[in-house]
């Protein structure tokens, strides 16, 4: 039998698991370029947090600000601050800042708040049992701070708005909206209003992504008149965000490289790393695709590029997302009920050269499937011998098979 090791659980025990295939299929792995790049030593995680790039270091910055706050992703990313943080600190100590005057926020933007187990796993027990950890609500507290040359009305979390140090940690992936993610996006949609959340996905992002397709362009990758992209970045500038620290991880979820300084140089220098780091191979012409979503596989439907990559004249997907926590509740994208879906809901459809579209998930949800409802093409099983059948029945002797064990955070040129 052919087998394949991938990567599994990221914040619930992470290891690789084997899946085997037929021995007559032909099996091709695509890993990411920078899928082996080593993970950073803390002391070359504090050399990136003392020198930025654009900006003053922290500790001379922080010197004559009075309120600190540090915005970090959710668990739909694989951001590490844990490992990061202690730096910051050490800079802003320096400064005189006192612990009472330093509060950590979830920039969450849409998506359900963290409970205390989460955040321990972010940040490290020390920081939340040392200090303030709040949730970004986008449906509460939130300061209007002006509107866009996109025409968004931008509302950021009011507790934001009220610290005059402002620093965020993120990563930087592709990402089928944006482009590349992080950068502005740690302020909208992270700690944005549902209002203006809602604004800039369906008025900007929406129209974007159509003008896209149909100039046959891939938005995923794409930077060059990004529009969502631009927007989310102009009012992460009017926000003030003082320094920007952005991560881009190996295969494994590791901290392969950082970012840090002022919004525009450092995500322009994450980017730049970027184009080649999350480059993955396709031939297009493969009769199976097996997509592992493994750093967002709480966002299963980021690994649905990887379709392109199936031969145009037919071919199956299988998506594989074990995420204990199950799918990230998203207020505006979400199914909030069977007859009720979020304002923003945009349920992919299936294309019609797809004979088989697959979810392999040992942590099974319902309404993952329930977009599908009354298409025999999709099955959602935990049961991998029952895909390999299900593939047989579509697929023979010398199937072409493509592996793509990052297919959640890589993209195709």
Not at 33 to 41: I, L, N, S, T
Not at 190 to 200: F, L, R
Not at 370 to 379: I, P, S, Y
Not at 388 to 409: C, F, M, Q, W
């Amino acid at each position: 039998m052919n087998s394949i090791k991938l990567p599994q659980y990221i914040w619930h025990n992470q290891r690789e698991v084997e899946f085997t295939l037929p021995d007559n299929w032909q099996v091709t792995v695509h890993n990411i370029a920078g899928f082996d790049k080593p993970a950073m030593r803390p002391d070359e995680i504090k050399a990136a947090i003392a020198s930025p790039v654009g900006t003053l270091p922290l500790r001379e910055m922080a010197r004559d600000r009075k309120e600190v706050v540090i915005l970090f992703d959710d668990m739909t990313r694989g951001t590490r601050p844990y490992e990061i943080i202690p730096f910051i600190m050490e800079e802003i100590a320096d400064a005189g800042i006192t612990d009472d005057r330093i509060r950590f926020i979830a920039a969450v933007g849409n998506h359900q708040a963290m409970d205390r187990n989460d955040m321990v796993k972010k940040l490290g027990e020390d920081i939340v049992a040392r200090y303030s950890v709040f949730n970004h609500c986008p449906f509460l507290h939130t300061d209007y701070v002006g509107t866009s040359s996109f025409g968004t009305k931008a509302f950021i979390n009011s507790e934001v708005m009220r610290c005059d140090l402002k620093i965020a940690i993120g990563s930087v992936f592709p990402h089928v909206m944006y482009g590349f993610g992080g950068g502005g996006k740690i302020i909208v949609p992270g700690v944005a209003s549902y209002d203006t959340v809602k604004a800039h996905h369906q008025e900007i992002h929406q129209v974007w992504q159509r003008e896209q397709r149909e100039k046959g362009i891939q938005p995923k990758g794409t930077i060059e008149g990004n529009l969502p992209n631009a927007d989310a970045r102009e009012i992460s500038a009017m926000v003030g965000v003082d320094m920007l620290i952005n991560c881009l991880p190996n295969g494994l979820g590791e901290t392969a490289a950082i970012f840090a300084g002022a919004l525009e140089p450092s995500y322009q220098a994450a980017v730049q790393e970027a184009v080649n780091h999350y480059l993955a191979e396709n031939t297009g012409d493969n009769d199976i695709v097996i997509a592992n979503a493994f750093i967002k596989a709480s966002e299963y439907g980021m690994a649905g590029a990887s379709i392109q990559a199936i031969n145009p004249q037919g071919g199956s997907i299988v998506f594989i997302t074990n995420s204990p926590a199950g799918q990230v509740v998203h207020y505006l994208f979400d199914r909030l009920g069977k007859p009720v879906q979020g304002e923003g809901s945009h349920g992919p459809g299936i294309a019609p050269h797809i004979k088989n579209y697959i979810i392999y998930t040992e942590y099974p949800e319902a309404k993952m499937i329930e977009r599908f409802a009354g298409n025999d093409k999709v099955l959602m099983t935990s049961n991998w011998s029952e895909v390999i059948e299900r593939l047989k029945k579509s697929h023979g002797a010398g199937t072409k098979v493509a592996v793509y064990p990052n297919a959640d955070i890589q993209y195709f040129n």
